[in-house]
């Protein structure tokens, strides 16, 4: 299988919120996911715009990662001269998840790091109505239920559906007699077996 993609999407609202995500971005690659992280792209001037455009689309997943800060911007009421890169990314996530949302819905996935609540996702990704991904720790177990969708590893298998089984065939001689002869007398007292009376009847009934 193909080693998965990433794009990271965060607020820079403070050195601790930055290194926290670093952190998780690193240990994602530790956990075989090519992860893009702004961070790590600044080797070289950057059209900021077009490299979130570029590397987003390409993404097989866009992780937001939960913040205040994201939530009002990424909801576009924040200051219009601030986070500038932030509402330029949201804006561009708005507009994919518009345009065919049942690609995009499944792509973008809300991360809620320690500390953060569910409340800090951005309400056009429902955060209380579509799924959301909890991070208690960064390592492997608490983030387990991320990583099971970004590494396509299901928790429970399918299991296959067994052969069809056709209902037992009734005899054919009982089926024929019940089509030709209904039963047109009472029979009274302990009968064992299936007694079936035609109009003529030919011998003797012993009860």
Do not use: C
Request: aromatic share 6%.
């Amino acid at each position: 299988m193909a080693v998965p993609k990433v794009f990271v999407s965060y607020a820079h609202e403070s050195g601790a919120h930055k290194a926290q995500v670093l952190a998780f971005a690193t240990f994602l690659r530790d956990a075989g996911i090519e992860v893009v992280l702004d961070a790590w792209s600044d080797d070289a001037r950057q059209d900021w715009y077009a490299w979130a455009i570029r590397e987003m689309t390409a993404a097989d997943h866009v992780l937001v990662i939960a913040s205040e800060r994201y939530r009002v911007t990424g909801d576009g009421n924040g200051p219009n001269l601030e986070n500038r890169g932030l509402q330029a990314e949201a804006a561009l996530l708005r507009e994919l998840v518009h345009a065919d949302r049942a690609t995009w819905l499944p792509k973008v996935l809300p991360v809620v790091l320690p500390g953060h609540t569910v409340d800090e996702i951005p309400l056009f990704l429902q955060p209380h109505t579509a799924s959301h991904y909890l991070v208690t720790s960064i390592d492997t177990t608490g983030t387990e239920e991320l990583l099971r969708v970004v590494l396509r590893r299901s928790r429970h298998l399918v299991p296959e559906a067994g052969a069809a089984r056709p209902a037992p065939p009734e005899p054919a001689q009982v089926r024929d007699a019940l089509e030709r002869a209904p039963a047109v007398n009472q029979i009274n007292g302990t009968v064992h077996g299936k007694v079936i009376q035609a109009d003529t009847i030919i011998g003797d009934i012993h009860l």
